[in-house]
């Protein structure tokens, strides 16, 4: 397999969309395929079991450095997806990137660029940045 490129998978993905180019149509799709994706992982806790959701308050003490917090907090994930369910939550992420990349298409947002700025940004600010 040749090497993958960023650029060829949005060319791409323009090339194979034949309906849904109103805008309209991209963002309804795009949050439904984000819906998929939410449901596809609640099902995975409370269908198929592989998973268990344990979210409470997260609890950080009040003397510590901001550097330190992310050693506090959970995900509140517990367990390990069966392959069932991750290849039904891939499928699911693959379309709504699909969806997005189409978003992107649709205002000529480059998605390496995209990309490359916000890792550019994360590294000169790091966790500041996302405040």
């Known amino acids: 397999m040749k090497n993958f490129s960023i650029n060829d998978f949005q060319t791409q993905v323009d090339d194979v969309l034949v309906r849904h180019r109103s805008v309209l149509d991209i963002i309804t799709k795009l ?44 995900n509140h994930v517990k367990g390990e997806l069966c392959d069932i369910c991750r290849e039904k939550i891939e499928a699911e992420l693959s379309t709504n990137l699909f969806y997005f990349t189409t978003l992107c298409n649709l205002f000529d947002i480059n998605i390496e660029e995209l990309v490359t700025k916000h890792h550019d940004q994360l590294k000169a600010l790091g966790k500041y940045g996302l405040l």
Request: hydrophobic share 30%; glycine share 2%; aromatic share 6%.
């Open 31 to 74: 949050q439904e395929t984000s819906s998929k994706v939410n449901r596809a992982v609640a099902k995975s806790a409370t269908y198929c079991g592989c998973i268990k959701i344990h979210a409470e308050r997260q609890e950080v003490p009040k003397d510590i450095l901001y550097s330190e917090i992310k050693n506090y907090m959970e």
